[in-house]
């Protein structure tokens, strides 16, 4: 890691506003450039932070947008339901940085458990959920369906708070 973690800060999603719905949707299209059937447009990350219990964080360096974490709640359980850094930006801490701070916000909420899927083939985000305690429960054999007519297992992690 070569940036210091209080170099990031963090900016909340607001869906009423489209320029940041834009930022989001480009830093998810740029992460995700290898796996095309993963790619989130602005209108579809509109409509899930309006679907209700969606929340949503960039991650900043100065004011540049670097990251990307999305996470829905329900009662005492949260899903994350993406994460992205932007690729000139990996490998420096700022996946870390939004989990950290995205997991302090969701305790502060009352969440007890933090549940994920990632593909089996994604060996780059296990290694980051296993190194903030994130535990591998269960896997879905060919839950990722790819437009080439593959398929992909996900893995399912859970993090507990208590
Ligand atoms: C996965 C991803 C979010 C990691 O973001 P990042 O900002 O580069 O990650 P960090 O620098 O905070 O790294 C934190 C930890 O993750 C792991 N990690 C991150 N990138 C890794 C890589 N390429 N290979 C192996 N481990 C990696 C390491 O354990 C690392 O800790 P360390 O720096 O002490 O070794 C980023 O690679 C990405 O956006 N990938 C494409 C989108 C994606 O796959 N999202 C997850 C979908 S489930």
């Not at 359980?77 to 997991?103: D, F, N, P, W």
């Not at 089996?120 to 190194?131: D, G, H, P, V």
């Not at 305690?133 to 437009?147: A, G, L, V």
């Amino acid at each position: 890691m070569t940036t210091s973690r209080m170099a990031y800060r963090l900016e909340p999603l607001d869906p009423a506003n489209p320029y940041l719905m834009e930022i989001a949707a480009s830093l998810h299209a740029d992460a995700f450039i290898h796996v095309p059937d993963s790619v989130w447009t602005r209108d579809a990350f509109t409509k899930l932070m309006l679907g209700g219990g969606t929340i949503g964080w960039l991650a900043l360096q100065d004011n540049d947008p670097l990251g990307i974490l999305l996470v829905r709640t329900v009662l005492d359980e949260a899903e994350i339901l993406t994460i992205g850094v932007a690729r000139s930006a990996q490998k420096k801490g700022v996946a870390s940085y939004l989990m950290h701070e995205g997991l302090k916000v969701l305790r502060s909420l009352g969440i007890q458990q933090v549940f994920l899927e990632v593909r089996r083939s994604n060996l780059a985000a296990q290694a980051l959920y296993r190194s903030i305690h994130f535990e591998e429960i269960s896997t879905r054999p060919n839950y990722y369906q790819n437009s080439d007519g593959s398929s992909e297992d996900a893995l399912i992690f859970r993090l507990n708070y208590c």
